[in-house]
């Protein structure tokens, strides 16, 4: 079936850092591909998708690319702020193309941004 | 308008009792799931249900039994609470034809003591 693979936390930055939090996939066709992210407390919410290669999904300053070369969709932001801290999860839709949107998770990073 | 609920929001209990969360959604969604996500922030689906049949059943203990009556209800039943069973419980919905974008609740901390 559908995985995902991503990057391992906690990762820890400063305010205004550059932001790359890695994920890869493995899909039988070409399955629409996501980024949630969990702030403290909350229960998860879409921060961007993407539903075709070479697409890109974007949100917040945030931004992601659908790279059917590389099977990935790696998240990227160019300065992050301390209300980015949050656990970030790439998903995908598990595999059969099933009608019913059963998801694939990624294990979730966890990012610290310090003032 | 809160567009996926849940209640309670924290439960605490002791080992071998029974508890129920629910969960509503006002978006007109067909199809409403249940995911544990444990210490390590691991998520994992549990059920799935569209239009009130249960479609998902993930190799989740027979303790655990989901109902839903309505298409807008989910709501999940735990019999004889065990400590391994203390995570966050989210709810979750989509509509079926969509592009798999899902709305979560905001959580159930189950704590089992």
């Known amino acids: 079936g559908n995985s995902v693979t991503q990057m391992e936390g906690p990762v820890t930055l400063s305010e205004e850092a550059f932001l790359t939090i890695n994920c890869t996939y493995t899909?039988?066709?070409?399955?629409?591909l996501f980024w949630y992210v969990q702030y403290p407390g909350e229960g998860l919410q879409l921060l961007l998708k993407?539903?075709?290669?070479?697409d890109k999904g974007s949100n917040k300053g945030f931004e992601a690319t659908y790279r059917k070369e590389t099977t990935s969709f790696h998240l990227e932001k160019g300065s992050v702020q301390v209300s980015d801290s949050a656990v970030y999860f790439c998903?995908?839709?598990?595999?059969?193309?099933?009608?019913?949107?059963?998801?694939?998770f990624g294990q979730g990073t966890i990012l610290t941004v310090h003032p | 308008d809160t567009a996926v609920s849940q209640t309670p929001k924290y439960l605490v209990t002791q080992m071998g009792n029974d508890k129920s969360i629910k969960c509503e959604q006002n978006?007109?969604?067909?199809?409403m799931y249940w995911y544990k996500q444990d210490s390590k922030k691991f998520l994992k689906i549990m059920f799935s249900?569209?239009?009130?049949?249960?479609?998902i059943n993930e190799t989740v203990p027979n303790r655990f039994s989901p109902k839903s009556p309505d298409k807008a209800h989910l709501n999940l039943h735990i019999n004889s609470l065990e400590l391994g069973d203390s995570a966050v419980y989210f709810c979750?919905?989509?509509?079926?034809?969509?592009?798999?974008?899902?709305?979560f609740g905001p959580g159930t901390r189950l704590t089992v003591t």
């Open positions: 899909a039988t066709g070409y399955p629409s």
């Open positions: 993407a539903t075709k290669a070479d």
């Open positions: 979750a919905s989509s509509r079926v034809s969509g592009r798999y974008e899902q709305y």
């Open positions: 249900y569209n239009n009130k049949e249960l479609i």
């Open positions: 998903a995908l839709p598990s595999a059969g193309g099933t009608s019913y949107g059963k998801l694939t």
């Open positions: 978006l007109g969604h067909d199809t």
